[in-house]
Nanobody, 123 residues
Framework: QVQLVESGGGLVPAGGSVRVSCAAS????????MGWFRQAPGKEREFVAG????????YYADSVKGRISISRDNAKKTVSLQMNSLKPEDTAVYYC????????????????WGQGTQVTVSS
């Protein structure tokens, strides 16, 4: 059974930083592209960042470029999202996702989702 378990997040002041991580199990992690998505209250879930199976390619939504960095550790089966210069509009539940494809300005639907972790940015 595939499990993606997010950790990190919490309440962060505007301009601050936070790191959220995802631990994967039940899948051959190194074969999967991984991604992070987010959903703010009353809004659709949206793509945030994606990373290739090797970690050699990364992709970001325009709204977070330059502020957010995705990384992975295939030995530990983890993927992380470092978020800096946070804004109140970054407040959302952040979801880890496994599978799918990512590229410049496109992504496909992932195969698996985590339960999400809340990030709240206070103004």
């Amino acid at each position: 059974q595939v499990q993606l378990v997010e950790s990190g997040g919490g309440l962060v002041p505007a301009g601050g930083s936070v790191r959220v991580s995802c631990a994967a199990s039940g899948l051959t992690f190194r074969l999967y592209a991984m991604g992070w998505f987010r959903q703010a209250p009353g809004k659709e879930r949206e793509f945030v960042a994606g990373i290739s199976w090797s970690g050699g390619s990364t992709y970001y939504a325009d709204s977070v470029k330059g502020r957010i960095s995705i990384s992975r550790d295939n030995a530990k089966k983890t993927v992380s999202l470092q978020m800096n210069s946070l804004k109140p509009e970054d407040t959302a539940v952040y979801y880890c996702a496994a599978g799918g494809e990512y590229g410049e300005n496109y992504h496909t639907t992932p195969d698996y989702w985590g339960q999400g972790t809340q990030v709240t940015v206070s103004s």
